[in-house]
């Protein structure tokens, strides 16, 4: 199957500071890719969708300049927290679209970046 | 649909026994659904897939029952093993841009 890396798998920053993370599709090209943040026992929530030369697609709610996306070729997106506060701290999951066995478009994720902000 | 940040609720069997895993989307338009595992600290892996011109799959030892009507999907998983044991989310698209929104999900554990 597709394989979708992030990196780093976890980080600790303090408040305040910024925190880049990379989503990377390892054997296919994703014009789109999206991001979701998790909670500790909760359900992932779509933040928003990565959009290859293009600007990035935000669920509502969901503040822009505080989580910056850009997706600079068609294997790479990044998510940038901005000023980060722990209330930022969670699990943050990319996935990518690829052609399935039998279905087009099946999503494939990441294996997750936590991050915890001091 | 938008995903439901609500606390896991959760579901113990025997192992051996069969698990079912019930989940209901939110958006009538929704017409491709995937059922997703995930494990303690790692990223949802991909079980099965189903499309709304069917109501039923089967993949080994799983199967995706789809009711359009009522807006519901469940997961079987047959003779539940110790690695079974996960959460387990099922996840709806659109056709709109290959958005997906996940369920609350549910946390299967399997007593040995």
């Known amino acids: 199957g597709a394989v979708v890396s992030q990196h780093p798998s976890r980080v600790i920053c303090k408040s305040g500071t910024s925190v880049k993370i990379e989503c990377r599709s390892l054997d296919f090209q994703a014009t789109t890719m999206f991001w979701y943040r998790q909670f500790p026992k909760q359900s992932l929530m779509l933040m928003a969708t990565?959009?290859?030369?293009?600007?990035?697609?935000?669920e509502q709610g969901v503040e822009k300049d505080k989580f910056l996306i850009n997706h600079a070729s068609l294997t790479l997106s990044t998510l940038t927290v901005t000023s980060a506060h722990p209330e930022d701290s969670s699990f943050y999951i990319c996935s990518a679209p690829a052609r399935g066995r039998q279905y087009t478009d099946t999503q494939y994720f990441g294996p997750g970046t936590r991050l915890t902000v001091l | 649909g938008e995903s439901v940040g609500l606390h896991l609720p959760t579901l113990s069997v025997q192992e051996g026994d069969n698990s079912i895993i019930n989940c209901a989307y939110s958006?009538?338009?929704?017409?491709?659904f995937i059922w997703y595992k995930q494990e303690s600290g790692k990223g949802p892996q991909f079980i099965i897939d189903i499309r709304s011109n069917m109501d039923k799959r089967q993949g080994q030892r799983v199967t995706v029952l789809l009711n359009k009507t009522v807006k519901h999907l469940s997961l079987q998983i047959a003779a539940t093993q110790p690695g079974d044991s996960a959460v387990y989310f099922c996840?709806?698209?659109?056709?709109?841009?290959?958005?997906?929104?996940f369920g609350t999900g549910t946390s299967l554990t399997v007593i040995p």
């Open positions: 990565s959009n290859e030369g293009s600007k990035a697609t935000y």
């Open positions: 996840a709806e698209n659109a056709n709109t841009g290959n958005q997906f929104y």
């Open positions: 958006n009538s338009a929704s017409d491709y």
